[in-house]
């Protein structure tokens, strides 16, 4: 069966801070794609990255950077130098499978607090 | 306009009531997907459809129903609602099982 595990409920930081939210995986599939979603406290889920599972690259934009490994099964996202902006949900999601449904397992999700 | 619009945005609504949420996409996205999200939970797929003719049950269907009316509008019933269905109900749509989903704002939807 498929899982995705966030353990953090909630982080607090004080702005500038760099924070990593940990994303840790089951899955027996070969192909495989995971998600980064942010939910924002006006409640919209936006898409932040997709990464397959034959690509462990680490992924930089702007603040934000994604570390992937599948020997670890985890795909964490780090915020560097937070800002109160980035204070939302964040979930982790898992989408796989030969039969390719597009069905995404999502973690439990992870809140976090940026103060000022 | 949104491309993924869910109706209404908040609902309240009593325990037996029969309940229906509507999605409407300007996509022009095949797949749809309904899911629920609750506290600590994430969000849990309900049903999803990959065309008009292709239905099918998500993780957490019972309770549920759907309708694919055309391939922009996908409406999810609850043909008697009862207090443990009070949740976040969130629309989504994708191109093919591979591409990232585009979801709607969201149904706030609470069962007294």
């Known amino acids: 069966a498929q899982k995705v595990t966030q353990a953090q409920t909630e982080i607090s930081v004080v702005e500038k801070e760099d924070v990593t939210l940990d994303c840790v995986y089951e899955?027996?599939?070969?192909?495989?794609?995971l998600f980064w979603y942010k939910q924002p406290p006006s409640g919209e889920l936006v898409f932040l990255i997709r990464?397959?599972?034959?690509?462990?690259q680490n992924e930089i934009s702007g603040r934000y950077s994604w570390n992937f490994q599948k020997s670890t099964s985890s795909f964490n996202f780090t915020i560097t130098a937070s800002q109160v902006v980035d204070s939302a949900v964040y979930f982790c999601?898992?989408?796989?499978?030969?039969?390719?449904?597009?069905?995404?397992?999502f973690g439990q999700g992870t809140t976090l607090q940026v103060k000022p | 306009d949104a491309d993924v619009t869910q109706t209404p945005r908040n609902r309240i609504t009593k325990t037996g009531k029969r309940i229906m949420l509507e999605c409407s996409q300007t996509?022009?996205?095949?797949?749809m997907y309904w899911y629920r999200q609750d506290p600590g939970l994430g969000l849990r797929l309900i049903y999803y459809?990959?065309?008009?003719?292709?239905?099918n049950k998500g993780e957490i269907s019972d309770g549920y129903s759907v309708s694919r009316q055309a391939q922009a509008k996908f409406s999810l019933s609850l043909e008697s609602a009862i207090p443990n269905q009070t949740a976040l109900y969130f629309c989504?749509?994708?191109?093919?099982?591979?591409?990232?989903?585009?979801f709607g704002d969201g149904t706030r939807l609470s069962i007294l």
């Open positions: 999601a898992l989408s796989g499978g030969s039969s390719n449904t597009g069905k995404l397992i």
């Open positions: 990464r397959n599972s034959f690509d462990e």
């Open positions: 996509k022009g996205h095949d797949r």
């Open positions: 459809s990959f065309d008009v003719k292709d239905i």
């Open positions: 989504a749509t994708s191109r093919t099982g591979l591409q990232p989903q585009h």
């Open positions: 899955t027996r599939d070969t192909t495989y794609y």
